[in-house]
């Protein structure tokens, strides 16, 4: 069974940074791609960015020039560099692990920027 545990969310004033990280536990058949996306009230859940086996990157349009997303495969880690925020980025992050077979989620943390 695989699992994701976010962390490095947090309280941030508009214009400033902050990382997330991703690890993942349980990958036995590796995975397609990895990545981070987010949900703020009222609104669906959207990809901010996503990074493949392979090591290419997708980016939403509001976050490119922003957000970085990398990996530490040696420690099944992905990263969300975020920098230049803004009170619209605001919203529950969430890791996502895709496989052929199945996607998981992580249980989510919480970017709230102020503005």
């Known amino acids: 069974q695989v699992q994701l545990v976010e962390s490095g969310g947090g309280l941030v004033q508009a214009g400033g940074s902050l990382r997330l990280s991703c690890t993942a536990s349980g990958i036995l058949f590796g995975f397609n791609a990895m990545g981070w996306y987010r949900q703020a009230p009222g609104k669906q859940r959207d990809l901010v960015a996503l990074i493949t086996s392979g090591g290419s990157t997708n980016y939403a349009d509001s976050v490119k020039g922003r957000f970085t997303i990398s990996r530490n495969d040696a420690k099944d880690t992905v990263y969300l560099q975020m920098n230049s925020l803004k009170p619209d980025d605001t919203a529950v992050y969430y890791c996502?692990?895709?496989?052929?077979?199945?996607?998981?989620w992580g249980q989510g943390t919480q970017v709230t920027v102020s503005s």
């Open positions: 996502n692990l895709g496989q052929e077979r199945y996607t998981y």
